[in-house]
């Protein structure tokens, strides 16, 4: 082997060890690596595919590169250390080891194992041989049993069970030849793998002279009594995974008011006080000593890195077998553990319970009725680990006992109950979870009073239950009421009346009054902040919901702004890899979206997803959140087959974790459906969604707003497959439920309606499409803001971006056909119809045709001042666009007068701010430069361009034509200066973000050029004169 591998250290080296079981492969392997020197040596334990994934999952963790084997394995292919990789126990057939070699042409490789088909791997060396076969064989012989196909069976999953290993083999053979009773071995082995694995073979003619467990059982009985003690407790545990943080965190145990007395945690708190120093604080030092005992003998392993322990499989289960008695050791473990459990800060919970379910699932497994003192600390591991079916049957046992001993009214079998509802609530159970919180909140309104801390926190729990049920108005009424008492009891300013400030926004939010949750949570960050300084957590949590309903109101800067800050404290205070800083990356991602800056969500997403991965698990909901949230944004990006492979990823897992029924499993359900939907393949979508909404009217009923949504969906796949009555008599109900429960001016409602519309407008019900439309665009303008679009038909869109990428031409062409066909299809009255006579009329002007722009753009104000109203937006935008049209044939007085009026209404209907009042000043500013009152005009374009500026950003088009038209007008003023410097901007954004050839950057050329000639600059003026000429040339 030492000459194999010092010889062309150019390439990849693979030397496999094969044969009989127990003959020394894994020792001379060993061997042989402790007399060489490698840079890096990992060991593979590849007995099982998931303990090959677990080892190379291992090394991408220790090196930093990622969570997962591919990582690791793309670690291997790029390092060029000298690097081992041992592949040991490498005995089963069905598992192929190409999928775990590093795919390069260096790096040294052992693989030992019992399967001789390895060898084609490479360099080979027999030591011994014993496949399945064999060994099934072996024990047939020893067990004097004929070689059926049933018996070989049998003999094969014993020969399996006892790792292949020959002398346990033997053994096995040598007790059912006794027993004749092949059958029923491995019964008996596993209630008595101690007992059965130390018997002698009589009248062995074997050369082994010692049964399994004798070699082990000499070394054990070298150890001190602590060490033999902690190898005990330690094989109650997972064999991986050990730290000396679960001793030290347990032996800082405060006997919280729940804690079993402490009579009856004298053993454990003995066994931990062996490793406490004389003034009581953890001793590394001893836990050091007593580890590196067991260490020497080999019957327990260290990482280094990791600073995790672990114990071999085969000596794990041997060393559960040391004691006559397993019950008091196991109890003491479990104690131990749930002491650590119970010591652990909330804020570190959800990480530590990955770390530890491992152990606590293992104590479960091996004496469920032996936790039942720490199993309220064992239920919390399971709940915020997401495994919450496992938490259901814990929380369930503590209620059973805390009613049983304690009584029903006993404040500990309230909060038994109360933790047995929130995990009801986490499994998409709310019936279940209303049904215990308000039984909770019945007994301590009762016991305690309606003013006590219990009973308020049982009412915010219930709220929340009502809220997943759909049940808006009662979470209200409950979250005002806590609010109320809360105020009374503690003040306005205390933690627990912000958070109930904090809830009852979110309630409002969920009714659609966005307003009314911006000021809620507005007032709790200003208090946060005043209170307890703008970098606590609770004042950033403040600032992310407030953020989420700028979003909800389209004020998606402000969004973003906050959000990048929080992510910043976030960062900063509790690090990268907090699960609080992750959830402020992931919803920074969600306002990129909404900004539809998809490639930024996109940088941030598989960030947040890694990491989450990598901390919590690829199977915890934050995890399967994070998912599903970047298979979103390659949606949005058009990846759709990366989107569809997350998302069906998802829905196994929820389906596997959760159920088929819960919540999220419906939601995953519906996202790929969406997908589905995007990609044309809108069958596949309909059978989908067909599910979902079955589901969710069983499970929630069909008032619920999760059902009104899958509706939604599957009418809209309805309308995609040409079934526009089916999709018709969906919509109808929708929104018939939508206003009766959440009111016609709910979001929900507002969607529901512009859906419908589009129904009618398929089935050729121009004028129900019309009312319904008319009716939204009223309802957004005056809720959120003109962020509804209606625009039926693609070739309007089109035609828009040829008029702002100067080809009016074209555009012209295109809004021709297109005011043709909305009048011929919908009628000259339709919403549509006039705006794409308004578009039409925009490009007249552009292209001078201004008499032509002046005829259509009267009519346009005419429908909607009736179709409207004189106060509606689009009426006051129709006034506006008519009022240029006036300036650009003279009639500067008509324009004035229109434009003032528009200018008024605006700043009284939409705010000072709102992009329509912004673009009114700016038309009364032109105008009042055409009449000669440029001062006037002057003052209104200096505050046009400070609000696009604050509004859309520096480099907006409509911020840069602000800025231009301030230019012209210092420029009249003669403060050209002034104008030159704003000139020069405009024109270098423009270049920049328009090219040369663009019809505005042209005028930009122009104007300061002449600017250039007022100030003398006649070279600057010349240059650009001729960059003009050559520019117009190529056109």
Same mark, same amino acid.
């Given at each position: 082997?030492?000459?194999?591998?010092?010889?062309?250290?150019?390439?990849?080296?693979?030397?496999?060890?094969?044969?009989?079981?127990?003959?020394?492969?894994?020792?001379?392997?060993?061997?042989?690596?402790?007399?060489?020197?490698?840079?890096?040596?990992?060991?593979?334990?590849?007995?099982?595919?998931?303990?090959?994934?677990?080892?190379?999952?291992?090394?991408?963790?220790?090196?930093?590169?990622?969570?997962?084997?591919?990582?690791?394995?793309?670690?291997?292919?790029?390092?060029?250390?000298?690097?081992?990789?041992?592949?040991?126990?490498?005995?089963?057939?069905?598992?192929?080891?190409?999928?775990?070699?590093?795919?390069?042409?260096?790096?040294?490789?052992?693989?030992?194992?019992?399967?001789?088909?390895?060898?084609?791997?490479?360099?080979?060396?027999?030591?011994?041989?014993?496949?399945?076969?064999?060994?099934?064989?072996?024990?047939?012989?020893?067990?004097?049993?004929?070689?059926?196909?049933?018996?070989?069976?049998?003999?094969?999953?014993?020969?399996?069970?006892?790792?292949?290993?020959?002398?346990?083999?033997?053994?096995?053979?040598?007790?059912?030849?006794?027993?004749?009773?092949?059958?029923?071995?491995?019964?008996?082995?596993?209630?008595?793998?101690?007992?059965?694995?130390?018997?002698?073979?009589?009248?062995?003619?074997?050369?082994?002279?010692?049964?399994?467990?004798?070699?082990?059982?000499?070394?054990?009985?070298?150890?001190?009594?602590?060490?033999?003690?902690?190898?005990?407790?330690?094989?109650?545990?997972?064999?991986?995974?050990?730290?000396?943080?679960?001793?030290?965190?347990?032996?800082?145990?405060?006997?919280?008011?729940?804690?079993?007395?402490?009579?009856?945690?004298?053993?454990?708190?003995?066994?931990?006080?062996?490793?406490?120093?004389?003034?009581?604080?953890?001793?590394?030092?001893?836990?050091?000593?007593?580890?590196?005992?067991?260490?020497?003998?080999?019957?327990?392993?260290?990482?280094?890195?990791?600073?995790?322990?672990?114990?071999?499989?085969?000596?794990?289960?041997?060393?559960?077998?040391?004691?006559?008695?397993?019950?008091?050791?196991?109890?003491?473990?479990?104690?131990?553990?749930?002491?650590?459990?119970?010591?652990?800060?909330?804020?570190?919970?959800?990480?530590?319970?990955?770390?530890?379910?491992?152990?606590?699932?293992?104590?479960?497994?091996?004496?469920?009725?032996?936790?039942?003192?720490?199993?309220?600390?064992?239920?919390?591991?399971?709940?915020?680990?997401?495994?919450?079916?496992?938490?259901?049957?814990?929380?369930?046992?503590?209620?059973?006992?805390?009613?049983?001993?304690?009584?029903?009214?006993?404040?500990?079998?309230?909060?038994?109950?109360?933790?047995?509802?929130?995990?009801?609530?986490?499994?998409?159970?709310?019936?279940?979870?209303?049904?215990?919180?308000?039984?909770?909140?019945?007994?301590?309104?009762?016991?305690?009073?309606?003013?006590?801390?219990?009973?308020?926190?049982?009412?915010?729990?219930?709220?929340?239950?009502?809220?997943?049920?759909?049940?808006?108005?009662?979470?209200?009424?409950?979250?005002?009421?806590?609010?109320?008492?809360?105020?009374?009891?503690?003040?306005?300013?205390?933690?627990?009346?912000?958070?109930?400030?904090?809830?009852?926004?979110?309630?409002?939010?969920?009714?659609?009054?966005?307003?009314?949750?911006?000021?809620?949570?507005?007032?709790?960050?200003?208090?946060?902040?005043?209170?307890?300084?703008?970098?606590?957590?609770?004042?950033?949590?403040?600032?992310?919901?407030?953020?989420?309903?700028?979003?909800?109101?389209?004020?998606?800067?402000?969004?973003?702004?906050?959000?990048?800050?929080?992510?910043?404290?976030?960062?900063?205070?509790?690090?990268?890899?907090?699960?609080?800083?992750?959830?402020?990356?992931?919803?920074?991602?969600?306002?990129?979206?909404?900004?539809?800056?998809?490639?930024?969500?996109?940088?941030?997403?598989?960030?947040?997803?890694?990491?989450?991965?990598?901390?919590?698990?690829?199977?915890?909901?934050?995890?399967?959140?994070?998912?599903?949230?970047?298979?979103?944004?390659?949606?949005?990006?058009?990846? /759709?087959? +990366?989107? &569809?492979?997350? !998302?069906? %990823?998802?829905? *196994?897992?929820? =389906?596997?974790? #959760?159920? $088929?029924? @819960?919540?999220?499993?419906?939601?995953?359900?519906?996202?790929?459906?969406?997908?589905?939907?995007?990609?044309?393949?809108?069958?596949?979508?309909?059978?989908?969604?067909?599910?979902?909404?079955?589901?969710?009217?069983?499970?929630?009923?069909?008032?619920?707003?999760?059902?009104?949504?899958?509706?939604?969906?599957?009418?809209?796949?309805?309308?995609?497959?040409?079934?526009?009555?089916?999709?018709?008599?969906?919509?109808?109900?929708?929104?018939?439920?939508?206003?009766?429960?959440?009111?016609?001016?709910?979001?929900?409602?507002?969607?529901?309606?512009?859906?419908?519309?589009?129904?009618?407008?398929?089935?050729?019900? /121009?004028? +129900?499409? &019309?009312?319904? !439309?008319? %009716?939204?665009? *009223?309802?957004? =303008?005056?809720? #959120?803001? $003109?962020? @509804?679009?209606d625009t039926l038909l693609a070739t309007g869109n089109l035609a828009l971006t040829y008029s702002n990428i100067g080809e009016f031409q074209k555009a012209k062409e295109l809004e021709v056909l297109m005011l043709e066909k909305c009048t011929e299809l919908l009628g000259e009255d339709h919403p549509d119809t006039v705006s794409a006579m308004g578009?039409?009329?925009?490009?007249?002007?552009?292209?001078?045709?201004?008499?032509?722009?002046?005829?259509?753009?009267?009519?346009?104000?005419?429908?909607?001042?009736?179709?409207?109203?004189?106060?509606?937006?689009?009426?006051?935008?129709?006034?506006?666009?008519?009022?240029?049209?006036?300036?650009?044939?003279?009639? /500067?007085? +008509?324009?004035?007068?229109? !434009?003032? %009026?528009?200018?008024?209404?605006?700043?009284?209907? #939409?705010? $000072?701010? @709102?992009?329509?009042?912004?673009?009114?000043?700016?038309?009364?500013?032109?105008?009042?430069?055409?009449?000669?009152?440029?001062?006037?005009?002057?003052?209104?374009?200096?505050?046009?361009?400070?609000?696009?500026?604050?509004?859309?950003?520096?480099?907006?088009?409509?911020?840069?034509?602000?800025?231009?038209?301030?230019?012209?007008?210092?420029?009249?003023?003669?403060?050209?200066?002034?104008?030159?410097?704003?000139?020069?901007?405009?024109?270098?954004?423009?270049?920049?973000?328009?090219?040369?050839?663009?019809?505005?950057?042209?005028?930009?050329?122009?104007?300061?050029?002449?600017?250039?000639?007022?100030?003398?600059?006649?070279?600057?003026?010349?240059?650009?004169?001729? %960059?003009?000429e050559d520019t117009k040339k190529s056109l």
């Open positions: 082997m030492h000459h194999f591998f010092a010889t062309d250290p150019g390439n990849q080296h693979i030397y496999v060890l094969y044969g009989l079981g127990g003959a020394g492969k894994t020792q001379i392997a060993l061997k042989f690596i402790e007399e060489s020197s490698f840079s890096d040596l990992f060991l593979v334990d590849t007995s099982k595919v998931e303990t090959i994934e677990t080892a190379l999952k291992s090394i991408a963790v220790s090196k930093s590169v990622g969570d997962s084997a591919q990582d690791a394995l793309m670690w291997l292919q790029s390092s060029r250390n000298k690097w081992l990789l041992f592949f040991d126990n490498t005995d089963d057939p069905k598992i192929d080891l190409n999928d775990f070699l590093p795919k390069c042409n260096h790096g040294n490789i052992i693989i030992t194992s019992r399967n001789p088909e390895l060898r084609s791997y490479g360099a080979h060396t027999l030591v011994s041989d014993m496949e399945e076969a064999e060994a099934a064989t072996l024990l047939l012989q020893r067990a004097n049993k004929e070689s059926s196909e049933e018996n070989v069976k049998l003999a094969a999953a014993i020969v399996k069970e006892l790792y292949y290993l020959p002398l346990a083999i033997v053994q096995a053979g040598a007790f059912i030849s006794k027993s004749e009773d092949l059958e029923g071995y491995l019964a008996l082995y596993h209630s008595n793998r101690a007992k059965l694995l130390s018997e002698k073979a009589a009248q062995s003619h074997d050369d082994y002279a010692q049964t399994v467990y004798t070699t082990w059982q000499i070394s054990f009985n070298q150890l001190s009594h602590l060490a033999a003690t902690f190898l005990q407790l330690c094989s109650f545990l997972h064999y991986t995974g050990i730290s000396e943080d679960m001793f030290s965190t347990a032996s800082k145990y405060d006997f919280p008011s729940w804690s079993p007395p402490r009579e009856e945690l004298q053993e454990p708190l003995e066994f931990l006080s062996q490793f406490l120093g004389l003034t009581g604080e953890w001793n590394s030092l001893k836990f050091l000593d007593v580890t590196n005992e067991i260490k020497a003998y080999s019957l327990i392993s260290f990482d280094a890195k990791t600073k995790l322990f672990s114990i071999h499989p085969l000596v794990h289960a041997w060393s559960r077998s040391t004691s006559l008695d397993e019950e008091p050791l196991q109890s003491c473990m479990s104690c131990i553990l749930g002491m650590c459990i119970t010591e652990i800060p909330k804020n570190e919970i959800q990480l530590a319970s990955v770390r530890l379910i491992p152990h606590v699932f293992l104590l479960k497994s091996v004496n469920p009725d032996g936790v039942a003192d720490f199993r309220r600390a064992f239920w919390e591991i399971y709940y915020e680990a997401g495994k919450f079916k496992d938490a259901q049957g814990i929380a369930e046992q503590v209620l059973e006992k805390s009613q049983l001993i304690l009584g029903e009214d006993h404040p500990h079998t309230l909060l038994a109950m109360g933790n047995l509802a929130s995990t009801y609530f986490k499994l998409g159970e709310f019936r279940k979870a209303e049904k215990s919180e308000l039984l909770v909140l019945e007994k301590r309104t009762k016991l305690l009073g309606e003013d006590h801390p219990n009973t308020l926190a049982a009412m915010v729990n219930l709220a929340a239950t009502c809220s997943k049920l759909g049940e808006f108005r009662k979470a209200q009424e409950l979250t005002v009421l806590v609010l109320e008492r809360y105020t009374k009891l503690v003040g306005k300013d205390h933690p627990d009346t912000l958070t109930a400030m904090a809830n009852l926004a979110v309630t409002y939010s969920d009714l659609g009054e966005i307003q009314k949750a911006k000021d809620g949570q507005i007032l709790v960050l200003e208090k946060r902040t005043k209170l307890l300084g703008e970098d606590h957590p609770d004042t950033l949590m403040a600032m992310g919901s407030l953020a989420r309903t700028y979003s909800d109101l389209g004020e998606i800067q402000k969004a973003k702004e906050v959000q990048i800050l929080v992510l910043e404290k976030y960062t900063k205070l509790l690090g990268e890899d907090h699960p609080g800083t992750l959830m402020a990356m992931g919803n920074l991602a969600s306002m990129y979206s909404n900004l539809q800056e998809f490639t930024k969500a996109e940088e941030l997403e598989p960030l947040v997803l890694e990491k989450r991965r990598k901390l919590l698990g690829i199977d915890h909901p934050d995890t399967l959140r994070a998912m599903t949230n970047l298979a979103t944004t390659y949606s949005n990006l058009a990846e /759709f087959t +990366k989107a &569809e492979e997350l !998302e069906v %990823l998802v829905l *196994e897992k929820h =389906t596997k974790l #959760l159920g $088929e029924d @819960h919540p999220d499993t419906l939601l995953a359900m519906g996202n790929l459906a969406l997908t589905y939907f995007n990609i044309g393949e809108f069958q596949k979508a309909k059978e989908l969604e067909v599910l979902v909404l079955e589901r969710r009217t069983k499970l929630l009923g069909e008032d619920h707003p999760h059902t009104l949504l899958a509706m939604n969906n599957l009418a809209s796949t309805y309308s995609k497959l040409g079934e526009f009555q089916k999709a018709k008599k969906l919509q109808v109900l929708v929104l018939e439920k939508d206003i009766k429960l959440l009111g016609e001016n709910h979001p929900n409602a507002l969607r529901a309606m512009a859906n419908l519309a589009t129904t009618y407008s398929n089935l050729g019900e /121009f004028t +129900k499409a &019309e009312e319904l !439309e008319v %009716l939204v665009l *009223e309802k957004h =303008t005056k809720l #959120l803001g $003109e962020d @509804h679009s578009n039409l009329a925009a490009t007249y002007s552009a292209l001078g045709e201004v008499q032509k722009a002046k005829e259509l753009k009267v009519l346009v104000l005419e429908k909607r001042t009736k179709l409207l109203g004189e106060d509606h937006p689009s009426t006051l935008l129709a006034a506006g666009n008519l009022a240029v049209t006036y300036s650009n044939i003279g009639e /500067f007085q +008509k324009a004035k007068e229109l !434009e003032v %009026l528009v200018l008024d209404k605006c700043i009284k209907l #939409l705010g $000072e701010d @709102h992009p329509d009042t912004v673009s009114a000043m700016g038309n009364l500013a032109a105008t009042y430069s055409r009449l000669g009152e440029v001062q006037r005009a002057k003052e209104l374009k200096v505050l046009v361009l400070e609000k696009r500026t604050k509004l859309l950003g520096a480099d907006h088009p409509d911020t840069l034509r602000a800025m231009a038209n301030l230019a012209v007008t210092y420029h009249s003023l003669g403060d050209f200066n002034k104008a030159q410097s704003l000139g020069v901007e405009v024109l270098q954004k423009r270049r920049q973000f328009l090219g040369d050839k663009h019809p505005h950057t042209i005028l930009a050329m122009e104007n300061l050029a002449g600017t250039y000639e007022m100030l003398g600059h006649q070279e600057e003026m010349e240059k650009l004169q001729q %960059l003009i």
